[in-house]
């Protein structure tokens, strides 16, 4: 029996979330326990108050905490085999988990202007590790890889063909690792092989999203060229009708950047409750009798049942229906309220409902591993 240290990265644009993982081998494949040794998090990066100036002092003191803090986990940083970094958008270049050089770094930054707000945040993380740890193998583990697999009928939209030549502009979908995860819980808890299942993983929090999982392949999702499209979210809109924006912004009298504020910000449960984006404050409101606090609900769900029973038909059926993430997990009245009428047209028997908690970090961790080994 053996052990590596893998360390995870989840660099945001103001913060750093990290895991360390001992992976145990036996020496047979797929057969590794991983172990987590020690979590953080790291917030307000840049800010005043505190105290951490970017992302490579941020990384740095998570480095020496591991080593000299408190509670320490390791002897020093040469344990440390390689480092798995979550990076959101990959575009059409990467289809699955990728060793990081100086090309892949290149084609990273290709990818800035599809993902800003996110991308440029993840490539950070990556530069302080290159620096601070030059000589351990670093992954880049793309949360819209998993999407890869998606059929062309599927990611291709009803515009003109030559702006998907000339921009790559199509459905890329997101959440990818999340997705991927549960589906492979799903499969361990239903106790037969993913390549042989129908699944529906439904990944709802603040941003929520939902993916056709067919024998194992993601063959539609919900999110498309960005996380906008698809389910009412916390406080993104969803799928609209998009003249409704040339509408908007001529009767307003606002820009295209202000338009993208209200759309990614100002819209969805937020929006339409005029309440909050948190599901626990809209519950609260509709239970006292507030309307538009109640209608947020009723058109969350029902947007939801919606793509649920579009991708059962994409499918030609279902075998489980996965609710993952903070509302997926946490919020059972919801859960009930998407299924109640869905298995009217189904055999109940043969579908079950299942709750998993995702671990995008253990993904990460587990491809990481696969692929340095």
Known sequence: MTSQKILVINSGSSSIKYRLFDVHTNGRKNNSRYILLSKGLIEKIGQKDSGVENH???IAML????????????KDHNEICAIGHRVVHG??????????TDEVISKIRECFELAPLHNPANFSGIEACKELLPGVKQVAVFDTAFHQS?????????LPYEYYEKYNLRKFGFHGTSHQYVAHEAARLLKKP?????????????G??????????????????????GLV?????????PASVIFLADKEKISLAEIDRVLNYK???KGISGISNDMREIKKAANKGNRRAKLALDIFVYRIKKYIGSYIAAMGGVDGIVFTAGIGENEKDIRAKVVKGLFGFLDPAKIKVLVVATNEELMIARQTFQLVR
């Open 267 to 269: 819209s969805g449960l």
């Open 63 to 74: 480095l020496d905490s591991l080593v000299h803090g408190s509670k320490s986990v390791l």
């Open 91 to 100: 575009g059409v270049t990467f289809k699955k988990p990728t060793i990081i």
């Open 194 to 206: 993913l390549s042989k299942l129908k699944v529906i993983t439904c990944h709802l929090g603040n």
């Open 56 to 58: 490579k002092q941020g």
């Open 208 to 229: 929520c999203s939902i993916a056709a999982v067919k024998y194992g392949k993601s063959i539609d999702t919900s999110m498309g060229f960005t996380p906008l499209e």
């Open 233 to 241: 979210m916390g406080t993104r809109c969803g799928d609209i009708d």
């Open 150 to 158: 998606l059929p062309e009928h599927a990611y291709i939209y009803g």
